[in-house]
């Protein structure tokens, strides 16, 4: 089983930069692939970005393309979310997610596909 804390998140004004943080506990990080979703109030949880176990295929959801960057250290069992140019529209509750794969370039952009979630962490952007 995979623990997921995240940290990073905080209130920014619009066109500012923040970078999330997901470290997950056990040994075997690097047989996880990795995703960010996140959910604003009434609406549904959204993909953010994916990435596969080998970090060598990304995923990004469209609002959020050329913005904002996925990436992990394996060696550190964390991923990373670089967020810029945030827009009060990025307003949400942002949460990891883990599943395990057997495939290292695949990355999942379902949240049905994920198996364990962070608690999320609150990001606000304020004009």
Same mark, same amino acid.
């Given at each position: 089983? @995979?623990?997921?804390?995240?940290?990073?998140? #905080?209130?920014?004004?619009? +066109? *500012? %930069?923040?970078?999330?943080?997901?470290?997950? =506990?056990?040994?075997?990080?690097?047989?996880?692939?990795?995703?960010?979703?996140?959910?604003?109030?009434?609406?549904?949880?959204?993909? @953010?970005?994916?990435?596969?176990?080998?970090? #060598?295929?990304?995923?990004? +959801? *469209? %609002?959020?393309?050329?913005?904002?960057?996925? =990436?992990?250290?394996?060696?550190?069992?964390?991923?990373?979310?670089?967020?810029?140019?945030?827009?009060?529209?990025?307003?949400?509750?942002?949460?990891?997610?883990?599943?395990?794969?057997?495939?290292?370039?695949?990355?999942?952009?379902?949240?049905?596909?994920?198996?364990?979630?962070?608690?999320?962490?609150?990001?606000?952007?304020?004009?």
């Amino acid at each position: 089983q @995979v623990q997921l804390v995240e940290s990073g998140g #905080g209130a920014v004004q619009a +066109g *500012d %930069s923040l970078r999330p943080s997901c470290a997950a =506990s056990g040994r075997t990080f690097s047989s996880y692939a990795m995703g960010w979703f996140r959910q604003a109030p009434g609406n549904e949880r959204e993909i @953010v970005a994916a990435i596969s176990r080998s970090a #060598g295929s990304t995923y990004y +959801g *469209d %609002s959020v393309k050329g913005r904002f960057t996925i =990436s992990r250290d394996n060696d550190k069992n964390t991923v990373y979310l670089q967020m810029n140019s945030l827009t009060p529209e990025d307003t949400a509750v942002y949460y990891c997610a883990a599943r395990p794969s057997d495939y290292r370039s695949l990355a999942y952009c379902r949240a049905g596909q994920y198996v364990y979630w962070g608690q999320g962490t609150q990001v606000t952007v304020s004009i």
